[in-house]
């Protein structure tokens, strides 16, 4: 449950820097999440954390924050948590699954109104891994609020 959390919020921020331009650090981001989805167990201290290749100090800061946050309401990660963007990086995240959609395209339909793969005639995810429904319910609530 907890790694399933990390990669959506890893994958947000990773979204949030390549709109940024910062594409060096998105490359980091996304090496770290392709790390921790091959990780064969649940990650439950930083000390475990700080032992994945490719988690280097700010990923394992994100993670420190992410891993003890008390608000079920937030990711953790402030700037996240604070960002006009937040609703964009979701959706962006979510269509990311659908087998030719990368980042540009993402951003791209979502600029034209697409908020879900439903809204995509005939699209699935690229696989049958999902988001669990509390994930998605505290983001939605994130986003309400």
């Given amino acids: 449950m907890f790694n399933e959390r990390l990669i959506l919020i890893l994958t947000m921020l990773s979204i949030l820097r390549g709109l940024q331009g910062k594409t060096h650090n998105q490359n980091a981001y996304e090496a770290a999440i392709r790390n921790i989805k091959s990780y064969n167990k649940e990650i439950q201290t930083i000390d475990e954390a700080s032992n994945i290749n490719g988690v280097g100090s700010t990923i394992l800061s994100h993670i420190r924050n992410i891993l003890y946050n008390q608000d079920p309401n937030t990711t953790g990660i402030y700037e996240l ?13 979510e269509l990311m699954k659908v087998h030719g959609i990368g980042e540009k395209r993402a951003s791209a339909l979502y600029d034209q109104g697409i908020r879900s793969i439903s809204d995509i005639p005939g699209a699935t995810p690229v696989n049958q891994e999902r988001v669990p429904s ?4 505290q983001l939605n609530s994130l986003l309400e609020n």
């Fill in 134 to 137: 509390y994930i998605i319910d």
């Fill in 81 to 93: 948590d604070k960002s006009p963007l937040l609703e964009k990086l979701y959706v962006m995240s």
